[in-house]
């Protein structure tokens, strides 16, 4: 009854074990005794002994009791999405809110989270297109935000507006069809986003000056502001179906892993090359669930990029195939690079002989005498 962490996780239990669970909380949640509930986990598989005043009673007890951190993920009742306490809106105590899989965020007029740093809403469903911004306007310490859409809501527009945020992560699924995105947050040192929509939407990224690392997976025509906001970044993952616009600089960039599964790779490899002055590290690789199908054409640049000559002094490359076009890239790299201390290429056996991969790239001319060659 002291205990100030509490969990509560019916994912392998038997129906049986789950009424037991549920009859063990309600009786013995009113009589907790400690004055802060520090952490409440609750993880509820698909039971209709979990039904959704149950959750909000539950929900409700731990916010009277000061708790810090809510970690809230239930499908109890199918047919009839969860809906939470209004006090859970007006928390003073709660630092940290986690909600994922049938909840409804049906946030109130009235909205005060004055300590919540730490925001995660995993495939919520949300009453209307305010009702996230409305939240979010009324969180003004908040650190960290992830939101990730569930494919059946409704939601076509999303306005993130939060000058202390530090951590943005955006999950937007396959084909959701958009119309707006804004995103202001001037502090953000973290960036991840990923939305593929084929649907052309407005879309408003605002500069981010104190960015250090981004993660962008994203498959949409209008990405000007999107690249515009990132300049400032040190460390850049990145997956595009389109090449973004001349005349942009990413001055701080010294670290770039580029995912090569889109046909227009190449053309922004040399894009970001000439883009990038401080380069240190150049990765290619592919993103978790990118595949790559086709081949690499390779033209090389009419001028060899800065960062080539000045800084680039490490160089991986993950699945090399070997074919022609990916082969007289590897070769570019040796022989322009001049500063190359380490490049590793890992190969699939199937894809081309190690011997065969050795012949064609460790003897070839190589513009820094120090460079340390890998395969594996």
């Known amino acids: 009854m002291w205990l100030p962490k509490l969990e509560y996780d019916d994912q392998h239990y038997s129906e049986s074990e789950r009424k037991r669970l549920r009859c063990f909380i309600v009786r013995s949640l009113p009589l907790h005794k400690a004055h802060v509930i520090e952490s409440l986990r609750l993880k509820l598989s698909n039971s209709h002994y979990f039904k959704p005043q149950v959750i909000k009673w539950i929900v409700a007890t731990a916010v009277s009791r000061n708790v810090l951190e809510l970690d809230i993920s239930c499908s109890s009742y199918p047919e009839k999405l969860n809906i939470l306490p209004s006090s859970l809106y007006t928390s003073k105590s709660l630092v940290i809110l986690k909600l994922g899989d049938w909840i409804l965020l049906d946030v109130p007029p009235m909205v005060s989270l004055p300590s919540l740093k730490t925001l995660q809403l995993q495939e919520v469903v949300y009453s209307s297109e305010e009702s996230l911004q409305r939240l979010l306007f009324n969180c003004p310490v908040l650190e960290e935000l992830k939101v990730d859409i569930w494919k059946y809501d409704n939601t076509r527009n999303f306005t993130i507006i ?21 995103i202001k947050t001037p502090s953000l040192k973290y960036f991840k986003l990923r939305v593929h929509s084929s649907s052309s939407h407005y879309c408003l990224v605002e500069h981010m000056p104190n960015l250090i690392e981004a993660y962008i997976d ?7 502001s999107l690249i515009e906001s990132i300049t400032s970044v040190k460390r850049l993952e990145i997956c595009l179906e389109v090449l973004y616009e001349e005349g942009i600089v990413f001055s701080q960039l010294e670290h770039l892993k580029l995912c090569r599964c889109k046909d227009c790779t190449s053309n922004l490899l040399i894009r970001l090359l000439k883009d990038s002055p401080n380069l240190r590290v150049l990765d290619l690789y592919e993103m978790i669930d990118h595949y790559y199908c086709g081949i690499i054409p390779w033209n090389p640049p009419s001028t060899v990029p800065a960062c080539m000559l000045s800084r680039l002094q490490i160089f991986h490359w993950s699945a090399y195939s070997g074919e022609p076009g990916e082969r007289d890239l590897a070769i570019y790299m040796l022989k322009n690079a001049s500063h190359l201390k380490t490049v590793t290429i890992w190969s699939d056996e199937c894809d081309i002989p190690e011997l065969e991969m050795l012949k064609q790239l460790a003897f070839s001319s190589r513009a820094s005498t120090t460079c340390e060659f890998m395969f594996d």
């Open 218 to 224: 994203v498959e949409f025509p209008n990405i000007k």
């Open 162 to 182: 939060v000058p202390s945020l530090l951590s943005l992560s955006l999950f937007i699924p396959f084909d959701y069809g958009i119309d707006g995105l804004v």
